[in-house]
């Protein structure tokens, strides 16, 4: 049951309004990459499509003698349109969107991290639109279903 607060189910001809849900939901559960891959990879990993998300590692030889899979230092997320990318920085994470056609980079710039999320949040939302699986995986994530 839905009241005034509880956002209910996904809906896509809600759109700004999920919009706004992950784009909070992102914020809250990722304040450095490697909170950012396990959100994407863990929760969301199963609904979105095979090579949509890229995640870079650094492995010490520590890690590699072990069969750890290291550190997280970058996650790479391919839309449609466009390529978004969030680092670890010196003083924290650092987004970048790259504006994408044809698999060549047209244009690039940094972000504030509250923007990169923004970007992120349209592209799942706009993924949910056509995809159940990922809109099942959103709504789980944001503890609509």
């Known amino acids: 049951m839905t009241g005034p607060l509880d956002p209910g189910p996904l809906d896509p ?4 309004l999920e919009l706004h849900l992950v784009a909070a939901a992102l914020r809250s559960d990722a304040p450095d990459v490697a909170s950012l891959v396990r959100v994407l990879t863990a929760t969301l990993g199963d609904a979105l499509p095979e090579g949509m998300v890229e995640v870079e590692r650094d492995r010490s030889l520590g890690d ?4 750890r899979p290291g550190t997280p230092v970058a ?5 449609t349109d466009r390529e978004l990318e969030l680092r670890s920085g010196r003083t ?8 994408v056609v044809r698999g060549v980079v047209l244009s690039r710039r940094t972000v504030p991290l509250h923007e990169w999320v923004a970007a992120l949040a349209a592209e799942l939302t706009a993924l949910a639109d056509t995809s159940a699986a990922a809109r099942d995986a959103l709504g789980r994530m944001l503890g609509t279903t």
């Open 64 to 67: 590699r003698l072990a069969g």
């Open 92 to 99: 924290g994470p650092v987004g970048e969107v790259r504006q």
């Open 13 to 16: 001809s809600r759109g700004p």
């Open 75 to 79: 996650v790479r997320v391919h839309g």
